[in-house]
């Protein structure tokens, strides 16, 4: 994979289509009202895409059976993106191109890995809504933009 300068997070204007990770389904109903409504727009016209292990992440929060099967209905309405055996290969190329740039710069969750290497995967590219620093990191080896639901460092 090429090298590129390393891509800080902008904060989300409603800019489309996404991959929404699981912080950004998790964290959006408390993200400012301007984000809110982007999102509602976004899920409206189906441009937010689910992959794999975000579907598996956000099905794991919920409390109970029927919260699982809404969450999952819900999810069911997403253009959905496979994760590929490419999708794989380019995650680990990812991890050992940061675990070759310092000790331990490669401590990244897996998943957010695989999210990233299946935005990556698109033709174009797809950015990666998040409320997790750790896409900034993945954005230095792997080609999309990450885009924050809010500024890094806001708690929401």
């Given at each position: 994979?090429e090298?590129?300068p390393?891509?800080?997070?902008?904060?989300?204007?409603?800019?489309?289509p996404?991959?929404?990770d699981?912080t950004?389904?998790?964290?959006?109903s408390?993200a400012p009202?301007?984000v809110?409504?982007?999102?509602t727009?976004?899920?409206?016209?189906?441009?937010?895409?689910v992959?794999p292990?975000?579907?598996?992440?956000?099905?794991?929060h919920?409390?109970?059976?029927?919260?699982?099967?809404e969450?999952?209905?819900?999810l069911?309405?997403m253009?959905?993106?496979?994760?590929?055996?490419e999708v794989?290969d380019?995650?680990?190329t990812a991890?050992l191109?940061?675990a070759?740039?310092s000790?331990?710069?490669?401590k990244?969750?897996?998943?957010?890995y695989?999210?990233a290497?299946?935005a990556a995967?698109?033709d174009?590219?797809?950015?990666?809504?998040?409320?997790?620093?750790?896409?900034?990191?993945?954005?230095?080896?792997?080609n999309?933009m990450?885009?924050s639901?809010v500024?890094q460092?806001t708690?929401?």
């Open positions: 994979m090298r590129r390393g891509r800080v997070s902008e904060p989300w204007s409603g800019q489309l996404v991959l929404a699981t950004a389904w998790l964290k959006v408390r009202a301007e809110r409504a982007y999102w727009e976004a899920l409206r016209t189906r441009q937010i895409f992959v292990v975000v579907r598996l992440e956000l099905l794991h919920e409390r109970d059976a029927i919260a699982v099967n969450r999952d209905y819900e069911d309405q253009p959905q993106l496979e994760l590929t055996p794989a380019d995650a680990m991890m191109e940061l070759a740039r000790d331990g710069y490669h990244v969750p897996a998943p957010d695989l999210i290497a299946t995967r698109q174009p590219p797809l950015a990666v809504l998040h409320h997790d620093a750790h896409y900034d990191k993945l954005a230095e080896v792997l999309f990450p885009y639901l500024p460092g708690a929401i």
